[in-house]
Every structure is written in structure tokens, then in C-alpha cells.
């Protein structure tokens, strides 16, 4: 029996140490290639680190919550079979060497170039990062992504594991129940025609039970387990726990799914008003005099690239005030328009395309600096702040400009739960060439952003209300906000600066621009 050594990878480029957040295994666990074994917290995201071996977990030698370099061995493992050899053999190198390849293919996303087919795609990547972290030990069938069901050594997994693989949903981005036992045995295998019975929309599956159907959303044909009915509720078990963890009634949630279920949105959506409330309430004062938090993770990444943004690029300050009555009535109707049904929209959308449209107008805000040249980029990473519970985030979403408004609204959506759950890899936020921040779901009218580092332009979406507003000579009641930006100095002129953000507030004032 020979021990092989996990190393801590480098899971993003220049990463130098990653905090161990949890454990999915013990010492004697089996586990198999692939296999998550323990999340990472990286500077800005978390990360699941599968196994490279097959054989038995010997011992755990960092603990969570520890800080560990990368390139420490963090657990060992015993595997049959092999020819043991001393530690740090050429054996255990190459091991180590494939697993860092291997690692970084399955940690780090593709860059999608444009987003046809996005959903599927997106969705699907985001429930297997999901998956590795509701189990712990040996992963449940669910947790298995489409790439990892195809390797060899998942291809020996159980019958019961595959089956049950194959009847798991893909819709809401979520990662489904596992199919229970029963139901596993029965159920198809993936080289056999699926043959589903009719199951008509009013009819509502026996609680318990994890009746199939093959469901169209968005284009894609599936086959997976209906929502059950628990108390007149009707929604999957991973959206009941995700209610559970934000404190969501659900029987206080309309369910705007294909068959009148409640969807995460519907639960995400519900949490955010009811959490305007919630601020109103005043907690007492600890009993502790003091409390320290370790600066470290996103909080110290956070601290690092402010610091290093305000003091090497001279910010100036634009500020306008905006009618965005027209933008409020286009996302009303958008809204009910079939072709976004399904789809989160907001002005947030609106403002996305109206800065992608002001860039082409006004490359140079879409630039980035060096000591020896400025690199003006002829396509759009757009970038937006998004506050976490682990903190500001900022990913982007890789060539926006190719996108359509509905591809764009797609991404939005998607990207925002994905940093959400605390989902978010290092490519996700890495390349960003413009970003906005969304300071008005905060109530907040304006405010100065500070420059992502890298780029050269930022803007701030306020709060959009009813204010009194000249119109025609009358005192009218409009909607109202005010965009406030940064530029860098350096490489923004103020006449460059100001049209970009007019440009910006025109689109703001009359969407049907976006039609030039």
C-alpha cells in the first residue's frame, strides 16, 4: 500500500496561500478520483478541491480556519495496488505536477465567448460547484457535473449513483434532491430512450415521491423530479432549504415557475424586501467590549486593491441627474413580454447595455494603464459590484458587447447567484475592462466609486424614485436618479469623461437608442 501526498494547488494564478474552510472527508474515508475533499477560500472566492487519488484518507494535516501556503501538504491518502515509495519520490511528483493541471481544469471556468446555450452551460456549472459542498464524504449522485460523469473513474461509480444522475433537474441552477432509492433503481440509464408519461400542469405528485417529466425551459428538454407538494407549498427540496437559511415563508411567496412552483429567484426575491424591514430592527450591544476580525481572504483582498487604486490613480468625479421614467416603463414591459419570461429584469439591465453602447461611442473609458503604454480594449468584460456575505465581489461577465439584451439579462442573473452562494472563481473576476455599482438597492442617491483596479472607468447607479421634474415647462411627478462615475485621470480627459457619462444618461432617458 503506498501513501500518496495532496499538495495545496494554485488554484488561480499567483496565488500564494488559500485558507482551509471545511473538510469533506475524515480519516478513513474511501474516497474516489475527483472526489471533492476540502473547501478552499482563495482572496476572493471558495473553491472545491477534488481528489487525485483513489484510496483512503490516512490523515487530515491542516485544520479549518488554518491559513496554508500553497504547495503544504494538506492530507494524505493510502491507496491499494501501487508500489510504495519514499515521500517525494519522482511518483508522488508527477502526481502532484497532474494534479495541479488537473485541479485548475476543473476549478477555473471557460470563458464564455458569447452566451448561446449560456443557460444550459452556466446552469450546470453552477450546480456542481453547488454539490461538493451540500455533502460531506462519498459525493451524493447530484454532485456529479456532465465533464466529471464522463471521466473514467466516474464511470465506475455505483449503478444506483448513475441512475440517479440521470434523472437529476438542471432547472433553477440549483442542485436537485437526490432521487431516493426506489426511484434509482427503476429509473432509466443514460444510453436508453427516455419514455415519460404525460403529467398534466394541474396535477400535483404524491408528497415524497420524485415523479419524472420532461420539461421545456429556455430551449432545453430535460428530465428530472417535479416539485413536491408539502402544506399547500409546492417547490423542491433545495429551494425549501434555501427558504429555511434566508428565513422565507414560503407560503408567503407566489411561485412563478412552469408549473406554478416557487423558483430561488422567487425566494431571493422575496428575502431582499423583506430585509428592508429586517435592518429596521435594532439589535442589542454585545457583551464583549471589543471584537476582532483577522484581516484575511476577500476582506484583505478588498483592502489591498483599494488602496492600491486610490493611490496610484487620480480619480475625478462626474455627477448627473437622470429622468428614467421611459427606462422604468421598458423593464415593466419587458417584464410581461413572453420572450423574458423566466428572466430577472431590472434597471440594472437597462443600465448594462446603455454603458456596453457608451463605450463603443467612447473607447478610450474602457482602458487600461501601464507605466509604458495604455491598452485600450475593443470588447467589453463588465464588471459590477456585488455585496456578499463574504464581502465585495467583483465579477464580469467576459464579452457583453456580443450579447443580446436577453443574453445579457441571462448572464446578470446568473453571475449575481453565483457570487451569492459564495461560487465565484478566479476567472470569473479576473479581466474586467468597465464596472458598474448598483448603490441604489441600498437607497442611496450617488456616490464616488473607486476604480476596480485595472480600469480606468466606474459609475454608480443610484436610487431610482418619484421626484418633482420640469417636463414641457410643468412640474411633473418622473422617475428620478443620479449617475455618479470616477475616471482615471491619467487616461480619461474631462471631455471624454462627460460624454461618456451623457451617453450613459441619454440611453437612461430614452432606451429605444439601444436600437441604433
Known sequence: MATSEFPLPDVGEGLTEAEIVAWKVKPGDTVAVNQVIVEIETAKSLVELPSPFAGTVVELLADEGQTVEVGKVIVRVASEGADAGPAGSGDARDSEAALVEDTAATVTPAEPANLVGYGAAGHGSSRRRKGGAAGAGAPAAGAASAGESARPAQAAQSASNAAAASTTSVSEATTPAPVPAASAVSAPSPASPVMPSPVSAGSAPTPGSAPTATRAHHGIRRVGPLPVVTAGVLAKPPIRKLAKDLDVDLSAVEGTGLL??????????????????????????????????????????????????????????????????????????????????????????????AMIWAVRRNPTVNSTWTDDEIIVHHYVNFGFAAATPRGLVVPNIKDAQALSLKELAVALEHMTNTAREGRLQPADMAGGTITVTNIGVFGMDTGTPILNPGEVGIVALGTIKQKPWVVDGEVRPRFVTTLGASFDHRVVDGDVASRFLADVASVIEEPALLLD
Open 260 to 353: 406554478g412552483e416557487i423558483t430561488r429567484e422567487d425566494v431571493i426575491r422575496h428575502a431582499e424586501q423583506a430585509s428592508v424591514f429586517r435592518n429596521i430592527e435594532t439589535p442589542e450591544w454585545p457583551d464583549d467590549r471589543e471584537e476582532r476580525i483577522p484581516v484575511k481572504g476577500v476582506r484583505k483582498a478588498i483592502a489591498t486593491s483599494m488602496v492600491q487604486s486610490a493611490f496610484s490613480a487620480p480619480h475625478v468625479g462626474l455627477f448627473v441627474d437622470v429622468d428614467a421614467t421611459r427606462t422604468m416603463e421598458f423593464v415593466k414591459r419587458l417584464k410581461s413580454s413572453p420572450d423574458f419570461a423566466g428572466i430577472k429584469v431590472s434597471p440594472m439591465l437597462i443600465m448594462a447595455k
